[in-house]
């Protein structure tokens, strides 16, 4: 019993490599899950959406307002450097979009640079982490200067996107089709 209790324990380890359990913020209900097997961008972006939790869409964190940045990088990180969902690839330098979530394709509007960053060092970084040599401080990093540049990241969970008031009309629409063929089919 102790052995495959164990065994079952190893095996789990084994599938979640460095995961630490998400964590609920309560100003938003969201949840955050540092995972610190270091990664590139491209990687990290890719396991943050292929993640889901209790239901929820997983997305490489985008950080909007300094106490989301504290609870991220400081409670939900522990000070570790993390990539988070943004990045001006393919776009001009220092256009920062947040590139998934129910942020995707919109403009920074809160950020949290260290002193001489973003500049692009080095041949070129694109993506944004955060805990560059201080608590929550952001730095550009990464590619195509340094495509092998890796660290930990943070998966951030919400619920999808409340559906457009038009979805709601059709939808509320298809209901009332459907309860009006129920009482035609019991008259
Ligand atoms: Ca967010
Ligand atoms: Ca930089």
Aim: proline share 6%; hydrophobic share 40%.
């Amino acid at each position: 019993m102790m052995r495959s209790l164990l065994a079952l324990t190893l095996g789990l380890s084994t599938l979640s490599p460095a995961m630490a359990a998400p964590v609920k913020w309560d100003d938003n209900g969201h949840w955050y899950e540092f995972v610190a097997t270091p990664v590139t961008w491209q990687e990290a972006f890719d396991a943050a959406n292929a993640a889901s939790y209790l239901g929820m869409q997983g997305y490489l964190a985008t950080v909007t307002s300094a106490a989301e940045n504290s609870f991220v990088s400081s409670s939900v990180a522990g000070g570790s450097l993390a990539w988070l969902g943004g990045s001006d690839s393919g776009a001009g330098i220092n256009e920062w979009t947040w590139r998934n979530g129910p942020e995707a394709g919109q403009a920074f509007t809160y950020t949290n640079w260290n002193s001489i960053e973003p500049n692009n060092c080095c041949g070129g970084e694109d993506y944004v982490h955060t805990n560059w040599s201080g608590p929550g401080l952001w730095n550009d990093h990464g590619g195509p200067g340094n495509p092998g540049q890796a660290n930990g990241y943070v998966i951030e969970y919400s619920m999808a996107p409340v559906p457009e008031p038009q979805t709601y009309a059709l939808l509320l629409a298809g209901l009332g089709l459907v309860s009006l063929a129920t009482r035609r089919r019991k008259s």
